[in-house]
C-alpha cells in the first residue's frame, strides 16, 4: 500500500494515518474526482455506500418494489452523467438524496398511479427480522401496510416531507433543502401531512 | 403558551426526548388535555414511520446500475465513432461524385465562355485543316500556329 512514508512520528503520524485512511475508505470528494477522472469503478462505492438509503427512500415514496429499484437506479445514473456539473457546493449525499427525491416524483408523476402494495404479496418485508416470532410478523407486515397505504394517499410533496423527516431522519432544514422549499413551507406540510395520516389510520382502525 | 405555539414545537420534534427540556411546552402539556392527546398520537405516529425506514437494496441494484454506468461510459466514444463513420462516408460519396462528374465530362467539347469566344472560328478552322488532311503551304503557317496554341 502507498502511504506516505516519514520517519518521524508526532504531527506527521496524523498525516500518514489519513493518508491509510483515504487509500481504505475514500471520501465521498475522492471518490468523485477519480469518476470525474475517468475512473468509472470508483462509482461502485458511491453506489454501495448509499444505496440502502436511497433506495429506502423510493420504497416508501413509491410503495412497490419495482419502481423503487427503477427510480433508484435511474437516481444513480443521473447522477453518474450530471457528476461533471457537481459543483462541490454541497455534500454529495445531499446532492445525491436531492436527484433521488426529483426522480421519485418524476416517477410518481409519469406512472399516474396510487401504489401498489405488492410487499405483502411478495413477501418482501425486509427489514422485519423479529427472531421468527409469526403473529409479530403478521402485526408488523399488517402496521407497514396501513402506514404505506396512508402514505399513499398523501399528495406527492406532503408525502415526501413526511418520509424525508419522519421515516429518514432528516431535520426539516434538510428536507426543504433536498425538496427546494422554505423552511416555514417543509414545516407546513410536515403538519399537514401528519394530520392526514392520523386521519388516515384512524379511520382505517375504525 | 398557547395551544398554536405548543403544536409549532410539535411540529419539529421527531421523540418526545427532544421537548423535556421544553420546560414551557411541558408545563402547556400538563395543563392542556387536547395538546397532550396531539403530544401522544404524534409521537405515536412517528414511531410508527420510523420502523419503515431501514430497507436494504437487492444485491442485484448495485450490479445493475454499473452495467448502466458503463454503458452510459462507453456511449459517448460509440457515438463519436459514429459521427465519424458516417462523415467518412460522405466524404466517400462526394468524391465518387465529383469523379464521375469530372469523368464523364471530360470527352466533351469545352463549353464556350467569354474567355475562349474570340478563339472559335480558328478553332474551327483548326477542325476543318485537320479533318481535310491537305498538306502544303498555304494557309499552314497560321493553323499550325494555331495548333501550337493548342
Not at chain 1, 408523476?109 to 405483502?120: G, H, I, M, N, W
Not at chain 2, 476543318?128 to 496554341?149: F, I, P, W
Request: with cysteine; charged share 25%; net charge positive.
Amino acid at each position: 500500500m502507498e502511504v506516505c512514508s516519514i520517519a518521524s512520528p508526532g504531527i506527521y503520524a496524523g498525516v500518514e494515518w489519513r493518508v491509510q485512511t483515504e487509500k481504505l475508505q475514500p471520501t465521498d470528494a475522492a471518490l468523485v474526482a477519480r469518476v470525474r477522472a475517468g475512473d468509472a469503478d470508483s462509482f461502485r462505492l458511491i453506489v454501495h455506500r448509499y444505496q440502502d438509503r436511497i433506495y429506502s427512500l423510493a420504497r416508501n415514496y413509491l410503495a412497490n418494489e419495482e419502481d423503487a429499484l427503477d427510480a433508484t437506479q435511474e437516481a444513480f445514473i443521473k447522477a453518474y452523467r450530471q457528476l461533471s456539473g457537481f459543483g462541490g457546493r454541497s455534500d454529495v449525499y445531499t446532492w445525491l438524496y436531492r436527484i433521488a427525491v426529483n426522480t421519485c416524483i418524476d416517477h410518481l408523476r409519469r406512472a399516474r398511479s396510487r401504489p401498489q402494495l405488492q410487499e405483502t404479496e411478495t413477501g418482501l418485508d425486509l427489514h422485519a427480522g423479529d427472531g421468527g416470532d409469526p403473529q409479530r410478523e403478521l402485526e408488523r407486515a399488517e402496521l407497514r401496510r396501513r402506514l404505506l397505504a396512508a402514505l399513499g394517499a398523501l399528495s406527492p410533496k406532503l408525502r415526501m416531507t413526511a418520509i424525508l423527516h419522519d421515516v429518514e431522519g432528516y431535520t426539516l432544514e434538510e428536507a426543504a433543502r433536498a425538496m427546494r422549499c422554505t423552511l416555514g413551507t417543509a414545516k407546513s406540510r410536515l403538519w399537514r401531512a401528519r394530520d392526514e395520516l392520523r386521519r388516515s389510520l384512524r379511520s382505517d382502525d375504525a | 403558551m398557547s395551544c398554536k405555539d405548543c403544536q409549532r414545537q410539535l411540529t419539529r420534534a421527531r421523540r418526545p426526548q427532544e421537548l423535556s427540556r421544553e420546560s414551557r411546552v411541558q408545563a402547556h402539556l400538563a395543563a392542556c388535555p387536547r395538546c397532550r392527546e396531539a403530544y401522544q398520537a404524534q409521537f405515536e405516529l412517528v414511531r410508527q414511520l420510523a420502523s419503515l425506514a431501514g430497507a436494504q437494496a437487492p444485491a442485484h441494484l448495485e450490479t445493475g446500475i454499473m452495467a448502466e454506468v458503463y454503458a452510459s461510459r462507453l456511449q459517448p466514444w460509440f457515438r463519436s465513432l459514429r459521427l465519424r463513420l458516417a462523415a467518412a462516408a460522405t466524404a466517400l460519396v462526394a468524391v465518387a461524385v465529383g469523379l464521375t462528374l469530372y469523368l464523364g465530362t471530360g470527352s466533351q467539347p469545352a463549353p464556350v465562355t467569354a474567355d475562349n469566344r474570340d478563339l472559335q472560328p480558328m478553332v474551327q478552322a483548326y477542325a476543318q485543316y485537320r479533318a481535310s488532311g491537305v498538306t502544303g503551304d498555304s494557309g499552314m503557317g497560321l493553323m499550325q500556329e494555331a495548333e501550337g496554341l493548342f
